[in-house]
C-alpha cells in the first residue's frame, strides 16, 4: 500500500533554533498534505492544510509565521519549527492525500516526528 | 475545529469480550467518519469508515453510523490484548479532506 515517510522521527534542538520535518509520500502524488501536533495523552491537532504549489491554510490560532509550511513538489512537504521553545516540543505527524477523501481517497499518515526543546 | 467526544477511558475489556467505543460529534454537515487505532508513540492506523446509516462490518470490527443522532461507534468483538490502544473517531470535515480528531478512547484488553 501507499507509505508516507517522516524524517527524522526524532530530533532534539536547542531552545531558539529552528528545526525541519519532512514528509515524504512514496508512491503516490499528494495533492494535498497535513500537518497534525499531538501532546501527550490529547487528540491530533490540525495545524494546516497545504496543497501543492500554493501556499497553506492554517488553523486558527496555529502561528504561520512560526511554522513554515512548503509542499514544492507532489512528493514532499516540510515543516518548520522557527525559534523553537520547550512548550513547542511534541508529537508532530503529517498525513496525505491524493485527493478528497469523500470521492474515495484514502489519506495516508506518516510516523511522526518527536521533538523536544531542550 | 468541529467538536468530537468520545469518553477517555480507560475502557477495560477481559479478553474475548466485546469492547464498545462510542463518539458524538457536532458537525451537521460531516458525510464520512473514521476510525483510528493508535499505538502510544506512534502514528495512527485507519481501522474502517463507514458513510451511510446503519452498520458496516469488517472483520471483527463493526461501526455504526447514526447521523440523525449524530452519533458513531465501533465494536470490537472477541477482544485481543494486541487491540489494547487510543481509538481515534475522526470525522469529515465539509472540504473532503481534513479530519477533526476526537481525543480517543483508551482500550485495555486484559488477558
Known amino acids: 500500500g501507499a507509505v508516507v515517510s517522516q524524517h527524522p522521527s526524532r530530533v532534539i534542538c536547542k531552545s531558539g533554533t529552528s528545526v525541519k520535518i519532512e514528509c515524504r509520500s512514496l508512491?503516490?502524488?499528494?495533492?494535498?498534505m497535513f500537518w497534525y501536533r499531538q501532546f501527550p495523552k490529547q487528540s491530533l491537532m490540525l495545524m494546516a492544510t497545504s496543497n501543492e504549489g500554493s501556499k497553506a491554510t492554517y488553523e486558527q490560532g496555529v502561528e504561520k509565521d512560526k511554522f513554515l509550511i512548503n509542499h514544492a513538489s507532489l512528493t514532499l512537504s516540510t515543516l518548520t519549527v522557527t525559534s523553537a521553545h520547550p512548550e513547542d516540543s511534541s508529537f508532530y505527524i503529517c498525513?496525505?492525500?491524493?485527493?478528497?477523501?469523500?470521492?474515495?481517497?484514502?489519506?495516508?499518515f506518516g510516523e511522526g516526528s518527536w521533538l523536544t526543546v531542550v | 475545529q468541529k467538536e468530537v467526544e468520545q469518553n477517555s477511558g480507560p475502557l477495560s475489556v477481559p479478553e474475548g469480550a466485546i469492547a464498545s467505543l462510542n463518539c458524538t460529534y457536532s458537525?451537521?454537515?460531516?458525510?464520512?467518519f473514521f476510525w483510528y487505532r493508535q499505538y502510544s508513540g506512534k502514528s495512527p492506523e485507519l481501522i474502517m469508515s463507514?458513510?451511510?446509516?446503519g452498520d458496516k462490518e469488517d472483520g471483527r470490527f463493526t461501526a455504526q453510523l447514526n447521523k440523525a443522532s449524530q452519533y458513531v461507534s465501533l465494536l470490537i468483538r472477541d477482544s485481543q490484548p494486541s487491540d489494547s490502544a487510543t481509538y481515534l473517531c475522526?470525522?469529515?470535515?465539509?472540504?473532503?479532506?481534513?479530519?477533526?480528531f476526537g481525543k480517543g478512547t483508551s482500550l485495555l484488553v486484559t488477558p
Open positions: 508512491d503516490f502524488q499528494a495533492t494535498t
Open positions: 463507514i458513510y451511510s446509516n
Open positions: 475522526a470525522p469529515l470535515s465539509n472540504s473532503g479532506y481534513a479530519l477533526n
Open positions: 498525513s496525505a492525500t491524493g485527493g478528497s477523501l469523500d470521492s474515495g481517497n484514502t489519506i495516508y
Open positions: 458537525d451537521r454537515g460531516s458525510q464520512s
